[in-house]
């Protein structure tokens, strides 16, 4: 069966329901109490055992496969999975074991993804691609879509900085001034909203306060994220590939 392609304004209109599935980067899940400041990530003594680290899992019933890039693992003590949603906190493999010895990126960051049903409001949507590219523009440039990039779902704490499209998926940089954020990650993040399976994938990536990353290079490390999900599905969305996907978005 052919893949849906859906537009970029479906998957902004999922915005909403993908923040609060992912806690926002620090509330706990309702159930176990826990949030991602208590990852291992963010903490000097937590540690996750080297023969628990893997850097892909299914999720979502095996709909979607969720894979790290390079030197990247899956935090599987703070990753949430349900019939309703799926968050993945991922980290630098050394960071989760605190073992230098462990692989870890060229480029230190926190990424998430996140996988949701498609919102039924995507069949609404208009078919031009161009009014579909306003109609997201307009929704995450608006309250309701601010509101949804903020950690407690005010849009005066938001800051829409970029937004860029490229082969079916929408990027937006955004500052959050709200309060809940790891004190070691920085308020600006990169997102990234695509169909994947017939679900609402949103990645994303966050640099930290001590090794700070210029917004070009969070984006490339975004668009790497993206596509090694992708090719983990078998989705050979991209035309060409990796480098196609950021000669697109950074001319």
């Not at 860029?164 to 940089?173: C, M």
């Not at 959050?176 to 920085?186: F, I, K, N, R, T």
């Amino acid at each position: 069966m052919k893949k849906r392609r859906l537009s970029a304004a479906s998957w902004a209109l999922g915005s909403l329901a993908m923040i609060a599935l992912a806690g926002c980067f620090g509330g706990g899940d309702g159930a176990s109490g826990r949030g991602l400041s208590d990852s291992a990530v963010f903490s000097d003594d937590a540690k996750m055992p080297r023969a628990e680290l893997v850097r892909q899992k299914s999720v979502m019933g095996g709909k979607v496969t969720i894979a790290a890039p390079k030197g990247f693992c899956i935090d599987t003590t703070a990753h949430r999975d349900t019939e309703s949603g799926a968050f993945v906190p991922i980290g630098a493999c050394a960071a989760l074991t605190k073992d230098p010895r462990d692989p870890k990126p060229a480029k230190p960051a926190f990424l998430t993804a996140t996988v949701l049903p498609m919102p039924v409001e995507a069949t609404a949507l208009p078919r031009d691609p161009d009014a579909r590219m306003r109609a997201a523009r307009g929704f995450m440039e608006s309250q309701k879509g601010r509101a949804a990039l903020s950690r407690v779902g005010r849009a005066e704490t938001v800051t829409v900085l970029d937004m860029k499209s490229s082969k079916n998926v929408l990027y937006i940089r955004a500052a959050d001034q709200s309060e809940g954020l790891p004190a070691a990650l920085s308020d600006t993040t990169w997102r990234a909203f695509f169909e994947l399976n017939g679900m609402l994938v949103t990645a994303s990536a966050t640099a930290f306060t001590d090794h700070p990353l210029d917004t070009r290079k969070t984006q490339s490390l975004l668009a790497q994220f993206v596509a090694t999900i992708r090719k983990a599905n078998g989705d050979a969305s991209g035309g060409g590939g990796l480098k196609g996907l950021l000669g697109d978005l950074l001319d």
